[in-house]
């Protein structure tokens, strides 16, 4: 066995399937607050964005720092038993999520992961979705741009 209890890899398990989990209804309440409109889990878009923020074309992706593996994250700690197996699992998941990441961004939008981490320091976390007002709107724009020029050639 690994050093999650089973309980424990229950839970990881549901947090890494669900949607609407408290973590996503969390930012969604932020983003909320700041004025935000919002729309969920798009299923005509590349792997389903938990938030997708149509008027800053950018989408929101909620993740668990365990399962989607945020970088340095002590949340993130590799499992000390049955080491291939979590490593197989990770390694999938890790590249959907970049392969998601990838086809977003070429049909012009933005992609932004939240951690789970992170909800915990709430003013950190509003700064960040602050960003998606200032900074992410003519990045995205110009992208799109890039984008077409791709197209073109
Ligand atoms: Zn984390």
């Not at 930012?27 to 004025?35: A, D, E, I, P």
């Not at 002590?74 to 998601?100: C, G, H, L």
């Amino acid at each position: 066995m690994d050093n999650l209890s089973k309980c424990q890899r229950k839970y990881a398990m549901t947090q890494v399937k669900s949607t609407n989990t408290k973590a996503e209804i969390y930012v969604r309440s932020l983003l909320h607050q700041m004025g935000y409109r919002f729309r969920l889990h798009r299923a005509d878009l590349p792997g389903k964005p938990d938030i997708v923020l149509p008027r800053y074309k950018t989408a929101i992706f909620v993740h668990g720092c365990f399962w989607h593996r945020h970088k340095n994250c002590n949340r993130a700690k590799m499992p000390r038993t049955n080491i291939e197996y979590w490593e197989k699992k990770f390694k999938k998941n890790v590249s959907r999520d970049r392969w998601i990441k990838n086809q977003l961004e070429f049909l012009g939008w933005n992609v932004m992961v939240i951690w789970e981490c992170e909800l915990k320091k709430k003013n950190e976390l509003k700064e960040k979705l602050e960003e998606i007002r200032y900074v992410v709107d003519s990045f995205s724009y110009r992208k799109a741009a890039d984008n077409k020029k791709m197209y073109i050639t």
